[in-house]
């Protein structure tokens, strides 16, 4: 194995909060080398979240980032070229997905160095794009679903009824998939240019979140629901309420302020409906099965755009945009 370290690699990185994509610098760095549980990776694409320009933002200081410069972005797909001492379950050349540490960032650049514990084997039917779509926001969207009670053990009869909210974006379409392998009876919403390609991944029915009818969460078919994905922004507990079945939960991802006083409301004050508010975990095992469930065409990647290393900041002003329809990948090239 040749040691790659000390080489200079392209990276782009910020220096300070705010600023948005025109903050965004393109350096050369050295590549890093992997320490015993870590490898080094070439990635081939990254995919953004919201919570990489939410950190630029300021919104989770003083935690995140620990310091500037920082080069963002957790989730990525690549090639192991160099392995630590104490990694013997990955080898240099093994395609792979990884989810980066959020507190060392690393994924808009060329190389990288990744935990072997968060890095699972890509199958050859699984491409960059489609593998580096998955962290964050497939599972987040997972272990929503599993918050909600949803098992997806073979042979598992659900039958819950779920609306998942702003189901076209990036965890939302997996949630909208996830949910129907989990045999669940799917709502969701989303806007107009959006409805044919959500009912085509899954959903039984769908609101556009834009009409009167959208707005008021209701299921056309006056179903209630067993549990809310809820992935969009600004919507009431008030709007829920009336929606969710006796024992409904909504499982709010979003964390907004109100939000998590609802929770604690509803939790002291032993309400039968409850919010739930989520913060996604780094599971390895979750991740390896959301990479097999796409292996078997069972889960998609919708790929809202693909940018150039070298173009990342249309994909950073994209994603602070709010309108992907799926995921934003940035490709680093051969
Ligand atoms: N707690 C956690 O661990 C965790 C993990 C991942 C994500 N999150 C958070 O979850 C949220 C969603 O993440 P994401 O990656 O899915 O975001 P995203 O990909 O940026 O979501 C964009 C999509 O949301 C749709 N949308 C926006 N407002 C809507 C509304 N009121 N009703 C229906 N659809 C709406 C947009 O549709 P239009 O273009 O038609 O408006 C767009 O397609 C973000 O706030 C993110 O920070 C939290």
Redesign the pocket.
């Given at each position: 194995m040749v040691s790659q370290a000390g080489k200079l690699t392209h990276a782009v990185q910020y220096e300070s909060y705010g600023g948005g994509a025109a903050a965004l610098k393109h350096v050369e760095v050295s590549i890093p080398s992997p320490k015993k549980h870590e490898v080094l990776l070439k990635l081939e694409a990254s995919s953004i979240?919201?919570?990489d320009w939410?950190i630029q933002k300021g919104m989770i200081r003083p935690f995140l980032p620990r310091k500037f410069p920082y080069v963002p972005v957790t989730d990525v797909a690549g090639e192991v070229v160099e392995v630590g001492s104490n990694v013997d379950s990955l080898k240099a050349g093994d395609k792979v997905v990884s989810m980066l540490y959020l507190r060392r960032g690393g994924g808009l650049a060329e190389y990288v160095v990744a935990s072997a514990s968060m890095t699972v084997k890509r199958p050859a039917e699984v491409s960059a794009a489609e593998g580096a779509g998955l962290p964050?926001?497939g599972l987040?969207a997972l272990q929503s679903l599993k918050s909600a009670g949803i098992r997806f053990k073979v042979g598992s009869e659900n039958g819950a009824n779920i609306l998942v909210?702003?189901?076209?974006?990036?965890?939302?379409l997996y949630a909208v998939q996830l949910a129907k392998l989990g045999n669940c009876h799917v709502t969701a919403?989303?806007?107009a240019?959006?409805l044919e390609l959500v009912k085509n991944l899954g959903a039984d029915e769908v609101l556009d979140?834009k009409t009167p009818g959208g707005a008021t969460l209701e299921s056309p078919s006056g179903k209630k629901y067993d549990a809310v994905i809820h992935?969009?922004?600004?919507?009431p507990w008030s709007t829920f309420e009336p929606t969710l079945s006796e024992k409904g939960k909504v499982i709010d991802?979003?964390?907004e302020p109100a939000a998590i006083l609802t929770a604690a409301i509803k939790k002291i004050t032993f309400s039968k409906k409850q919010l739930v508010p989520?913060?996604?975990s780094a599971n390895k095992e979750e991740l390896e099965l959301l990479v097999g469930l796409v292996k078997e065409g069972k889960l998609k990647t919708v790929v809202d755009s693909r940018h150039p290393l070298s173009q990342a900041e249309a994909a950073w002003a994209k994603?602070i945009d709010?309108?992907?329809?799926g995921k934003i990948v940035v490709e680093m090239g051969p």
């Open positions: 979240n919201p919570v939410k964050i926001a987040t909210t702003a189901a076209s974006g990036g965890v939302g919403t989303c806007g240019r959006n979140y992935c969009a922004t600004r919507i991802i979003t964390l989520l913060i996604m994603s709010g309108h992907a329809t």
